[in-house]
């Protein structure tokens, strides 16, 4: 089991440990992220997952946020814009209210549920409202994405969240958001259709009326999860099986990219940069792995974007900025269209099954992020947590990020076939967060205080922190 927080971790290890399946501890952590994780994730966002089971066809789930409107009777709403920095860049969105689609993870993660779990819907619930009880310690990595979004996360009511007394939550503090209690009890009760015709449907409605937003009762009533048949490619890695149509898959990548087996650490970074290109815009997400005892496998992204800067009163459930997201605005949409999505969970089959399952977080540098570890795993034979913490390159154009600790020779060789390379002072966010679980163990991304562990060990993945 491997995910963004050692709390989610622990909510699917609990699970696996009670009998149940991939997809029961998935969805179990995915709920646990939405009290541990909300800087990075929330109720009211949406997501992708990929499911396998030995024997039987992979298949994909989207429960993404879509496009509102649907009976607005012409109503508009404008949103606000927001420079966020990151890194060294500023980088513009849009938030506020009607840069809020319509929520897809409720429904996903219900219908993940009733399509492959095993235990009771409450079950999976508890270990969230355990949570939301008892609030949670904020790890350095989650207040690191913090400082950076404080702008937004402090916004109305997340100021009372994230800034408790004037003061913004830093490394170690207990974050509280006991409006969360009663909004997972309703999860709890009423199952992933709250939000779309029962209590937290009639909340949302009112947040919509009283603000102004776009999201209209038919919007929510219309919703519904799509399932597809993964896509799958080959590669000299194996059966990479993902979703079709993303923004961001790493599929193409691992077609093109040669074996890195042998190659010197010029020769690799080389073949890195040469494969990989995209932009550098922020955007928070988590991402979970789940595999169980029978070689079952979940691997779950979700999001809520920067989040709109608006709470669901009484709920402490921030609204998702999906609409503001320029990155996944491809195309006329239409009221009840599927946004695009960039999330990119992947699993590889080998000879004896299933050799990797693996996701990442990080917007547009997920994929970079994904394709370095997944190589390291596969190709060069380095343990998750090993290949999970080793020194990242992300390519813009002629532009080639790199975190420290990376060869020289490597730096010069980019340097010598003309790239920008620019070196950055310390391990970083922007470089993606990656979960992956495979055949040599689990790893969580130390860069988002990252956690994994395994059904048979009580140790924790030390990729949680670097050396």
């Given amino acids: 089991m491997a995910a963004g927080h050692p709390a989610t971790v622990e909510a699917g290890i609990e699970v696996l440990d009670a009998g149940g399946s991939a997809v029961d501890a998935a ?13 990075m994730t929330g109720l009211l966002g949406g997501g992708h997952a990929i499911v396998y089971a030995p024997g039987e066809e992979a298949r994909t789930l989207d429960f993404f946020v879509a496009a509102p409107g649907l009976g607005a009777g012409g109503r508009e709403a404008e949103p606000r814009q927001l ?15 009607a840069s809020c689609g319509v929520p897809g993870l409720p429904a996903g993660l219900h219908e993940l549920w009733r399509d492959g779990g095993r235990l009771p819907w409450e079950d999976l619930v508890e270990p969230a409202l355990r949570l939301a009880r008892g609030g949670v310690e904020l790890p350095a990595g989650h207040a690191a994405c913090l400082a950076m979004l404080e702008p937004v996360m402090t916004m109305g009511a997340g100021a009372r969240i994230y800034a408790p007394n004037g003061r913004l939550l830093g490394p170690g503090d207990r974050v509280e958001q006991p409006g969360l209690v009663p909004a997972l009890e309703l999860v709890a009760r009423e199952g992933g259709r709250t939000l779309y015709e029962g209590a937290l449907a009639e909340a949302l409605l009112a947040s919509m009326e009283e603000l102004g937003g ?50 010197s650490a010029g020769e690799r970074v080389l073949a890195l940069a040469g494969a990989l290109d995209g932009d550098d815009r922020a955007g928070e997400t988590t991402n979970i792995t789940a595999v169980d005892r029978e070689g079952n496998a979940c691997v779950l992204t979700t999001s809520l974007g920067l989040g709109s800067g608006d709470w669901l009163p009484g709920f402490d459930l921030h609204l998702n900025s999906m609409l503001g997201e320029a990155d996944l605005l491809v195309g006329e949409l239409a009221p009840g269209d599927r946004m695009a999505s960039m999330m990119a969970p992947t699993l590889i089959l080998g000879e004896r ?9 990080g917007g547009t540098r997920l994929r970079s992020a994904l394709v370095q570890v997944v190589a390291g795993i596969l190709d060069e034979g380095l343990e998750p947590s090993v290949a999970t913490r080793r020194p ?17 020779q490597a730096l010069g060789a980019l340097e010598r076939e003309g790239y920008d390379v620019r070196c950055w002072e310390a391990p970083h966010h922007y470089f993606g ?27 924790v993945d030390q990729s949680s922190t670097f050396p």
């Avoid at 420079?83 to 209210?97: M, N, T």
């Avoid at 099954?353 to 977080?361: D, E, N, R």
């Avoid at 990242?392 to 020289?408: A, C, I, K, N, Q």
């Avoid at 495979?438 to 860069?447: H, L, N, Q, S, W």
């Fill in 392 to 408: 990242r390159l992300h390519r813009v154009g002629d532009v080639v990020h790199v975190e420290p600790g990376l060869d020289p």
């Fill in 353 to 361: 099954g299933l050799a990797l399952a693996a996701g990442a977080a």
């Fill in 83 to 97: 420079e966020v920095p990151f890194g060294v860049e500023i980088v513009h969105y849009a938030i506020g209210v």
């Fill in 214 to 263: 776009l999201v209209t009762r038919r919007d929510l009533e219309v919703y519904e999860p799509r399932w597809q048949r993964a896509d799958a490619r080959a590669s000299m890695r194996g059966l990479v099986l993902g979703r079709a149509g993303g923004l961001n898959s790493p599929q193409p990548v691992f077609e093109r990219l040669p074996s890195l087996a042998e190659a």
């Fill in 433 to 459: 967060g990656v979960s992956a679980v495979g055949v040599r163990g689990a790893a969580g991304d130390p860069r988002r205080s990252g956690a994994a562990r395994t059904i048979d060990r009580n140790d």
């Fill in 27 to 39: 969805v179990a952590a995915s709920l646990a992220s939405c009290v541990a994780e909300t800087v």
